[in-house]
């Protein structure tokens, strides 16, 4: 079968794709043919080497798909050949066929097609994670969510507005931010422009709860807008760029990772906490699921379906993979096998 194999950590080049023999599904696991690869940008990272959840290379990349069952391992009794379903996974989806055990696996979501469901598991758990457990977001709570137009930002906005609250999208371009308004939100700040902060805190006069994925600057400011009892949930950092040979980017990205300092938080008696999904689903597999359901129930009454920017077929996973990181890019940017 085609897959690409992560062999070193570099640039878009080296994800080609090559023949690799194919995987057996053993006991308690199931084997999909894929249809759909979903792109995160972790796998951004994985292919710099800069993803500290990485597999060991090499390895395939990719975290999630949405395909059709095609074999079944023994003491599988959840699924049935030929259903179609979406996978969640720490590597291997980009491929024509994977084999997982069956806990990363879960039936579509009927209403959606093939290319939605890719598009929905990484991008909807980690807004639900961080907003809903973890910041427990209400109705009335001004949100404020940054690289907003992207993946996950655009599932955020439409969790936190269906869930009634106001929501403030800040990202790189004005494009996104009409698209970021046209899902819901009160209002869009572009984070280039540097008196965004200023403008957004004098139009809401404070935000109750910040969905942080950016790094840098946007992190330190985003602690200087939030109200008393407010609460920072950092799900990524997609500014920091690490090279390996370049001393100014070790300095540069030491400057720019997240950090707190109680003693600040204390002043104003906020929090700040992060979400990571992978770790997540390592360790608490049964709490995931039970969270999943009541994620899928929450999509199906507010009628939400995924934004997705673009579809590449599997050769062209360079190009995707550039178009993320050229900023560009809006949703979710998916592979088609
Ligand atoms: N915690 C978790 O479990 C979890 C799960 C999934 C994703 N994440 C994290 O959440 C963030 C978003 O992930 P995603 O997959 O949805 O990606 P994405 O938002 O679709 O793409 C990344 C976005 O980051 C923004 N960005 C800001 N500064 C950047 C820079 N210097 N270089 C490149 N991009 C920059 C860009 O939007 P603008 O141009 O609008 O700024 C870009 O479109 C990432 O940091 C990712 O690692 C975390």
Redesign the pocket.
């Known amino acids: 079968m085609k897959a690409i194999v992560l062999n070193k950590t570099g640039g878009p080049e080296l994800l080609v794709t090559t023949d690799v023999k194919q995987p057996k599904a053993e006991r308690g696991e199931v084997g999909i043919e894929i249809e759909y690869i979903g792109i995160?940008?972790?796998e951004i990272?994985s292919r710099k080497g800069l993803y500290g959840w990485a597999g060991k290379r090499p390895y395939i990349l990719g975290m999630e798909a949405s395909g059709v069952i095609n074999e079944l391992g023994e003491e599988v009794s959840k699924f049935h050949i030929g259903q179609k379903v979406i996978v969640g996974t720490k590597n291997g989806t980009y491929a024509e066929k994977i084999v997982v055990p069956q806990e990363c696996v879960s039936p579509i979501l009927e209403n959606y097609t093939m290319e939605e469901n890719a598009a929905f598991l990484?991008?909807y758990m980690?807004a639900w994670v961080s907003l809903v457990k973890m910041a427990k977001i209400s109705p009335g709570d001004k949100i404020l969510i940054t690289?907003a137009?992207?993946?996950?930002?655009t599932a955020a906005v439409q969790i936190a507005t269906r869930y009634g609250c106001s929501v403030y999208g800040m990202?790189?371009?004005e494009e996104?931010i009409d698209l970021i308004k046209s899902l819901g939100a009160s209002d869009g700040y572009n984070?280039r422009d540097k008196d965004c902060f200023r403008s957004l805190l004098e139009d809401t006069g404070g935000i109750d709860v910040v969905l942080e994925?950016?790094g840098g600057q946007v992190y330190k400011s985003s602690l200087d807008i939030v109200n008393p009892f407010g609460r920072v949930v950092v799900?990524?950092?997609?500014?920091l760029?690490l090279k390996k040979w370049n001393p100014v980017s070790w300095i540069k990205t030491w400057r720019d990772i997240p950090r707190v300092k109680v003693g600040d938080l204390a002043k104003e008696s906020i929090a700040v906490m992060s979400?990571?999904?992978?770790y997540l689903l390592e360790e608490e597999p049964a709490q995931m699921e039970d969270i999943l359901n009541d994620l899928k129930k929450f999509i199906e009454k507010h009628q939400i379906k995924p934004i997705i920017g673009k579809v590449f077929s599997f050769n062209d996973a360079p190009e995707a993979h550039k178009y993320?990181?050229s900023?560009k890019?809006f949703g979710k940017v998916l592979l088609k096998i």
């Open positions: 995160n940008y972790a990272l990484v991008n980690t690289a137009a992207g993946g996950v930002g990202a790189g371009s996104k984070y994925m950016v799900a990524g950092f997609a500014s760029d979400s990571h999904l992978g993320i990181e900023r890019s």
